[in-house]
Structures are given as structure tokens and as C-alpha cells.
């Protein structure tokens, strides 16, 4: 028992001469490791006589514990200390300039959106947003698309799973049932884009099977053609900042619109390049039409008294032309570093001039 006092005293005596965090480590290892004197003692157990083993045996556990407690305490006093040296030592200059850090971008989507909703708020048009998953009926029949027709096959369109009546809803193939649901609730005159997400089972270098387009259209009385050619020239002119820019429309063929037109607009191709403007070539950018009188009856408009014109375009085309962006998919790639080149600093995108309406 003597040699266990002794062997107490002594790691106390080190323990409390620690002057630094590495030495009081070693006087741990060398006292509680595996090969430490207190362990070695706790070895001998099993080779005493039953009547030394207890006694033995509950003094050099006393002795464990009182170490392992004094090197923890003697731990806490060495690290506080350690921190006070380092802030008496080390100082902080609050008035040294912030270092440069690089600031985010806004994705070319969002500039596109923004500019295109400020050119169309320009000419009076609000914003409309309806349900990215819809019913047969306003992504199809209230369109005017026939049952037969290739959209409504499942190579192109998202179908999920039917609802409580046995109904399959999609993901919706355009922003075109915006157009029904703001008509369905608003009475003439209506003057709405609807930029939005929309879904079709696509996808390769010009092809998404999530892209964004956006739609409009015009309700009123005494609405024809000419009003259509001139909102859509005007918009051409503005996005592409070409004043003089040719712009041309082609028959053409869609369920929901009677008569239909593409639009093109002018440009040229040298040298492998692609220059927006006077040119002796064309470029196809967007669909329109006058509103077909089957959906203007489906929406309960009567189109003796009233007329309309849609349009719509691919918001992803667009940027890809004004900015020169070569692929459809490095949209949603999330690369930091195509973002440094294509992205725009937040002074760069116009701000939206109308609310959200619908």
C-alpha cells in the first residue's frame, strides 16, 4: 500500500509541474495508457491471494481515478491559458478592406424572363401563372387538340399517375392552359404573357425535357391579324435591339389558332456565324395565330363578339440566340463557371414593371 501512495504522490507531483498541454499527454500515457504503471499494477491483480486481491484492488482504482481527475483539471487550466497567450499575442485590424469575394449571377433564364416580361408590360400585357400539372382537359381538349393527336401520345407527354375519377394528369406540354384559365375567369378585355415551365419528353442538344416557354394572348372586340403582326414586330424589334430588324410571317398549322402563322425574322450566316438582322436568310422564333372560335366557345366567349391572338416562344431559344449559347442542356448543367460567363450581375437584369396576376 506504501508503493501505492508513493506511486500517487509522484504522478501528482508531475502532473501538477505540467507546463504545457504536450507534456501533461505524456504523464497521461505513461500513467492510464495500455502500458502505463497503473495498468501494469491492475495486471497483478489475478495473481494475488483472494484476501490482498480486493484491498489492492479498490486503492489502485482510487488512484486511477484521482490522476485521470487531476490530468483533466490540470488540461482546462493549460488551455485557458494557452488561449489567453494567444489573444494577448495576436490582434485584429477591423479596418483592413474586406477581401474580394465573387458575387452570384443571375442565370440567363432569368434575365431572358425579366426582359421579356418588361418589353410586353411596355405594351400593357400583365403576367399570368397557373399549375405545372394539369387535367387532359386544359393542357388538350379545351385547346382544341384532338384525341388522336400526337401530343397527347406518352413518347411525348409526362402522364402521372390517375386521380380518384380514373383521370391521368400531365405535366403540362405548354403554358396554353394559362390562356384557358384566365379566360375562363376574366371577362374581355385580356391582355396576359404567361412565362412558366412546361415538360415534353425530349431531350438532346436543342431539346429539354424541362424547358420554359412563354405565351400570350390578346382578347377584345375587333381584334385581327395586323394588331398580332404589329405586337409581335414591335417585340422582335426590342428584344433583339435591332430597330430595323425583318420580320416575316408563314402560313402554318396549330389546333388552337385559326389562322396560324410562324414567325421568322432575319438574318445571315457567314462563316459559320449567325448575325440577327438584314440578312438573306430567315430564322423561325415562335408560333402564333388568332384564337381558333372553338376554344374561345370552350372558354363560354362567343366569337361573333369577340376575337383574340395568341403567340407563343421558347424562353431557352431566345437566349440561346441573343447571348450565343450553343447548347440546350448546359442550361442545367450548374456549372459555376459557364454561370461566370453567361450569368448577369443584377444591374444587367430589367426589372419586371407588372405584378403576377391569375
Same mark, same amino acid.
Given at each position: 500500500?506504501?508503493?501505492?501512495?508513493?506511486?500517487?504522490?509522484?504522478?501528482?507531483?508531475?502532473?501538477?509541474?505540467?507546463?504545457?498541454?504536450?507534456?501533461?499527454?505524456?504523464?497521461?500515457?505513461?500513467?492510464?495508457?495500455?502500458?502505463?504503471?497503473?495498468?501494469?499494477?491492475?495486471?497483478?491483480?489475478?495473481?494475488?491471494?483472494?484476501?490482498?486481491?480486493?484491498?489492492?484492488?479498490?486503492?489502485?482504482?482510487?488512484?486511477?481515478?484521482?490522476?485521470?481527475?487531476?490530468?483533466?483539471?490540470?488540461?482546462?487550466?493549460?488551455?485557458?491559458?494557452?488561449?489567453?497567450?494567444?489573444?494577448?499575442?495576436?490582434?485584429?485590424?477591423?479596418?483592413?478592406?474586406?477581401?474580394? !469575394?465573387? $458575387?452570384?449571377?443571375? =442565370?440567363?433564364?432569368?434575365?431572358?424572363?425579366?426582359? %421579356?416580361?418588361?418589353?410586353? &408590360?411596355?405594351? *400593357?400585357?400583365?403576367?399570368?401563372?397557373?399549375?405545372?400539372?394539369?387535367?387532359?382537359?386544359?393542357?388538350?381538349?379545351?385547346?382544341?387538340?384532338?384525341?388522336?393527336?400526337?401530343?397527347?401520345?406518352?413518347?411525348?407527354?409526362?402522364?402521372?399517375?390517375?386521380?380518384?375519377?380514373?383521370?391521368?394528369?400531365?405535366?403540362?406540354?405548354?403554358?396554353?392552359?394559362?390562356?384557358?384559365?384566365?379566360?375562363?375567369?376574366?371577362?374581355?378585355?385580356?391582355?396576359?404573357?404567361?412565362?412558366?415551365?412546361?415538360?415534353?419528353?425530349?431531350?438532346?442538344?436543342?431539346?429539354?425535357?424541362?424547358?420554359?416557354?412563354?405565351?400570350?394572348? !390578346?382578347? $377584345?372586340?375587333?381584334? =385581327?391579324?395586323?394588331?398580332?403582326?404589329?405586337?409581335? %414586330?414591335?417585340?422582335?424589334? &426590342?428584344?433583339? *435591339?435591332?430597330?430595323?430588324?425583318?420580320?416575316?410571317?408563314?402560313?402554318?398549322?396549330?389546333?388552337?389558332?385559326?389562322?396560324?402563322?410562324?414567325?421568322?425574322?432575319?438574318?445571315?450566316?457567314?462563316?459559320?456565324?449567325?448575325?440577327?438582322?438584314?440578312?438573306?436568310?430567315?430564322?423561325?422564333?415562335?408560333?402564333?395565330?388568332?384564337?381558333?372560335?372553338?376554344?374561345?366557345?370552350?372558354?363560354?366567349?362567343?366569337?361573333?363578339?369577340?376575337?383574340?391572338?395568341?403567340?407563343?416562344?421558347?424562353?431557352?431559344?431566345?437566349?440561346?440566340?441573343?447571348?450565343?449559347?450553343?447548347?440546350?442542356?448546359?442550361?442545367?448543367?450548374?456549372?459555376?463557371?459557364?454561370?461566370? =460567363?453567361?450569368?448577369?450581375?443584377?444591374?444587367?437584369?430589367?426589372?419586371?414593371?407588372?405584378?403576377?396576376? *391569375?
Amino acid at each position: 500500500m506504501q508503493a501505492i501512495d508513493q506511486l500517487k504522490s509522484d504522478l501528482l507531483q508531475q502532473i501538477e509541474a505540467a507546463e504545457e498541454l504536450a507534456t501533461l499527454e505524456g504523464i497521461r500515457v505513461d500513467a492510464l495508457g495500455k502500458k502505463g504503471v497503473i495498468s501494469e499494477q491492475l495486471k497483478q491483480l489475478g495473481a494475488m491471494p483472494a484476501e490482498e486481491r480486493k484491498s489492492f484492488g479498490q486503492a489502485i482504482n482510487e488512484v486511477k481515478q484521482i490522476v485521470a481527475d487531476a490530468i483533466a483539471a490540470k488540461a482546462d487550466i493549460l488551455q485557458a491559458s494557452a488561449l489567453a497567450a494567444k489573444l494577448a499575442s495576436e490582434s485584429v485590424d477591423v479596418t483592413l478592406p474586406v477581401p474580394a !469575394v465573387s $458575387g452570384g449571377r443571375y =442565370h440567363p433564364l432569368t434575365r431572358t424572363i425579366e426582359e %421579356i416580361s418588361a418589353i410586353f &408590360a411596355d405594351m *400593357g400585357f400583365s403576367v399570368a401563372e397557373g399549375p405545372d400539372v394539369e387535367t387532359d382537359y386544359y393542357n388538350f381538349t379545351a385547346l382544341n387538340i384532338p384525341p388522336e393527336h400526337p401530343a397527347r401520345q406518352e413518347h411525348d407527354t409526362f402522364y402521372l399517375e390517375p386521380d380518384e375519377t380514373g383521370a391521368r394528369p400531365v405535366l403540362r406540354t405548354q403554358t396554353s392552359p394559362v390562356q384557358i384559365r384566365t379566360m375562363e375567369a376574366s371577362e374581355p378585355p385580356i391582355r396576359i404573357i404567361a412565362p412558366g415551365r412546361t415538360y415534353r419528353s425530349d431531350h438532346d442538344a436543342t431539346h429539354s425535357p424541362m424547358f420554359h416557354q412563354c405565351e400570350g394572348l !390578346v382578347i $377584345g372586340t375587333d381584334i =385581327h391579324m395586323g394588331h398580332l403582326k404589329g405586337c409581335l %414586330i414591335e417585340f422582335c424589334q &426590342a428584344f433583339f *435591339g435591332v430597330e430595323d430588324l425583318p420580320v416575316r410571317f408563314r402560313p402554318s398549322f396549330f389546333p388552337f389558332t385559326e389562322p396560324s402563322a410562324e414567325v421568322d425574322i432575319g438574318c445571315s450566316r457567314k462563316d459559320g456565324g449567325l448575325k440577327i438582322g438584314a440578312g438573306d436568310d430567315w430564322l423561325e422564333i415562335l408560333g402564333s395565330g388568332m384564337v381558333h372560335p372553338q376554344v374561345l366557345r370552350n372558354c363560354g366567349y362567343d366569337p361573333d363578339k369577340v376575337q383574340g391572338f395568341a403567340f407563343g416562344m421558347g424562353i431557352e431559344r431566345l437566349a440561346m440566340l441573343k447571348y450565343g449559347i450553343p447548347d440546350l442542356r448546359t442550361f442545367y448543367e450548374t456549372d459555376l463557371r459557364w454561370m461566370r =460567363h453567361y450569368g448577369f450581375m443584377g444591374h444587367d437584369v430589367p426589372a419586371l414593371h407588372t405584378g403576377i396576376v *391569375g
